[in-house]
């Protein structure tokens, strides 16, 4: 199983990045896929989900209206459309599968995304 993604990066305030996910070793179209980040000194915090399908998606606040997370089941892939990146979106982004019958999850390794003038 793996989780790679990519797509971070540097990049000024208030502009864009888009993040990628790849996925192998599961079955992808079966699997809840979200985005977490985690500042440095702060927990792991969720972002976006997406449902199997791509029919439903849900955002935290911080970033609603900001980011669009999308996927593409015939590729195995999970995409982070980021827009209007404010400094405090600066983090490690993870890429996360997520099961709920039978129970199953797994991690990607994150990319660091930082967003500084």
């Known amino acids: 199983v793996q989780l790679v993604e990519s797509g971070g990066g540097l990049v000024q305030p208030g502009g864009s990045l888009r993040l990628s996910c790849a996925a192998s070793?599961?079955?992808?179209?079966?699997?809840?896929m979200s985005w977490f980040r985690q500042a440095p000194g702060k927990e792991r915090e969720f972002i976006a989900a997406?449902?199997?399908?791509?029919?439903?998606?849900d955002y935290a606040d911080s970033v609603k209206g900001r980011f669009t997370i999308s996927r593409d089941n015939a590729k195995n892939t999970v995409s982070l459309q980021m827009n209007s990146l404010k400094p405090e979106d600066t983090a490690v982004y993870y890429c996360?599968?997520?099961?709920?019958?039978?129970?199953?999850?797994?991690w990607g390794q994150g990319t660091q995304v930082t967003v500084s003038s």
């Open positions: 070793g599961f079955t992808f179209s079966s699997y809840t």
């Open positions: 997406i449902s199997s399908t791509g029919s439903t998606t």
């Open positions: 996360k599968a997520y099961r709920s019958w039978p129970l199953n999850h797994y």
